[in-house]
């Protein structure tokens, strides 16, 4: 039987290993028009060339980050309920650099409807009247 503390180390090294120690990491923050930061935003990295993707979704505090193996043009997709998408564009040309990227998103993505409606007395007859 493996002791626990050796398996947990194998398990993060493992992960560690598992990204090129050169990669480039896109890391920022999530927020709305106020500033507050925004948990449970949808995050979703793509490369242009390759049609890749990963996702990931926003920290208790707003964050999200991302390790890119390769430079090339990226498509950052942000979405969460109550709040419209929004999109970046990112040429990431050296490896190991760092990208920082805070994103507000607008309130919006609702949609409502307003019916006005009233009814008028004409003598004896009640109208009902609608407009769409």
Do not use: N
Not at 43 to 59: D, F, K, P
Not at 95 to 102: D, N, Q, R, Y
Not at 106 to 113: C, F, I, K, M, Y
Request: proline share 3%; aromatic share 6%; charged share 20%.
């Amino acid at each position: 039987m493996v002791p626990r503390r050796c398996l947990a180390g194998v398990l993060f090294w493992g992960l560690f290993l598992a990204v090129p120690a050169d990669a480039a990491t896109v890391r920022g923050s999530v927020s709305d028009a106020t500033g507050g930061l925004l948990s449970g935003a949808q995050v979703v990295l793509r490369g242009v060339a390759t049609g890749q993707e990963s996702t990931v979704e926003t920290t208790d505090d707003g964050r999200f980050q991302f390790e890119v193996a390769a430079p090339g043009t990226y498509l950052i997709i942000i979405t969460r309920d109550g709040f419209s998408e929004a999109a970046r564009t990112l040429d990431i040309v050296d490896a190991g650099a760092a990208i920082e990227l805070p994103v507000q998103l607008e309130v919006g993505g609702l949609r409502a409807e307003v019916i006005e409606s009233g009814i008028i007395r004409t003598g004896d007859a009640i109208v009902l009247v609608s407009t769409d």
